[in-house]
């Protein structure tokens, strides 16, 4: 019997201890970790080792990360990337989006949480809406491109800004997750259970009313009367519609 191939954790950072930490862990978890100590190396085991999923810290040695993120995203829109620094405020995170993260945890870390974003992040690409018996070929859950445009909205992946009826928004990394989801999915109800799966890979501290509020905010920035949607429409014991009208 064939065993099933490990998936690929590539750990860029330049602390030991904390890289030694976390390939342990992961290797624990069923992971193949490799631990690269400076940005150089970092992007020569990227391109030579070809992981899964990519941890990598800002303040490194040689190449720093957010240089690193440009580099990855120009030549791969698809491999998950999880930025784990020290440098934590809204400005970092924001830059990070900018540049295509994927998620972003700040050190000092609980390391469940952080065993649990891997999880989902190397998982994402292979979950799909199966309601029944999966079909030859089912659709990708989430959208793929870096433009997206409905009514007057515009929404640019590749900066997570929007252009909607609220004016310029910058959008999280978690928004970003769910709009590609309704937009993968458009004209098919999504239940709640599905998006907290797809979004948050049922973190401990999430709930439905997690994805409700999260429509609250859809509403204020898209629709033209939030409180009259057209776009992102309620479905009674089923969850959500993403309703584009293209």
């Given amino acids: 019997m064939e065993t099933a191939e490990k998936k690929r954790v590539l750990i860029i950072e330049d602390e030991a201890h904390i890289a030694e930490g976390i390939k342990l862990n992961l290797s624990l978890q069923g992971y193949d970790a490799k631990v690269?100590?400076?940005g150089i190396a970092g992007l020569e085991e990227w391109r030579a080792w070809h992981p899964d999923l990519i941890v990598l810290d800002i303040?490194?040695?040689?190449?720093?990360?957010?240089?690193?993120?440009?580099?990855i995203r120009r030549e791969d829109e698809k491999i998950?990337?999880?930025?784990?620094?020290?440098?934590?405020?809204t400005e970092d995170k924001v830059r990070g989006l900018?540049?295509?993260v994927d998620d972003y945890l700040s050190k000092p870390f609980d390391l469940e949480e952080f065993l649990l974003r891997v999880d989902r992040l190397v998982k994402r690409k292979e979950w799909y809406v199966q309601p029944g018996s999966a079909p030859k070929k089912s659709a990708?859950?989430?959208?793929?491109g870096s433009f997206y445009s409905f009514g007057t909205n515009h929404i640019d992946f590749v900066t997570s800004m929007a252009q909607c009826a609220a004016g310029e928004v910058v959008l999280t990394e978690q928004e970003i997750t769910l709009?590609?989801?309704f937009i993968a999915h458009k004209g098919k109800p999504?239940?709640?259970?599905?998006?907290?799966?797809?979004?948050?890979?049922?973190?401990?501290?999430?709930?439905?009313r997690t994805v409700d509020n999260f429509i609250v905010r859809f509403r204020k920035y898209f629709e033209p009367?939030?409180?009259?949607?057209?776009?992102f429409k309620s479905r009674r014991s089923v969850g959500y519609i993403f309703e584009p009208g293209d």
Avoid: H, N
């Fill in 140 to 144: 990708p859950l989430l959208f793929e």
């Fill in 179 to 181: 709009l590609r989801i």
């Fill in 98 to 100: 900018k540049y295509g």
């Fill in 36 to 38: 690269a100590a400076d």
């Fill in 225 to 231: 009367k939030p409180k009259s949607p057209i776009y």
């Fill in 59 to 71: 303040m490194l040695p040689m190449v720093d990360g957010f240089s690193i993120l440009q580099t």
């Fill in 190 to 208: 999504l239940s709640r259970k599905m998006l907290l799966k797809a979004g948050w890979g049922y973190a401990i501290d999430t709930s439905t």
């Fill in 80 to 89: 998950p990337v999880l930025i784990l620094s020290a440098r934590g405020d």
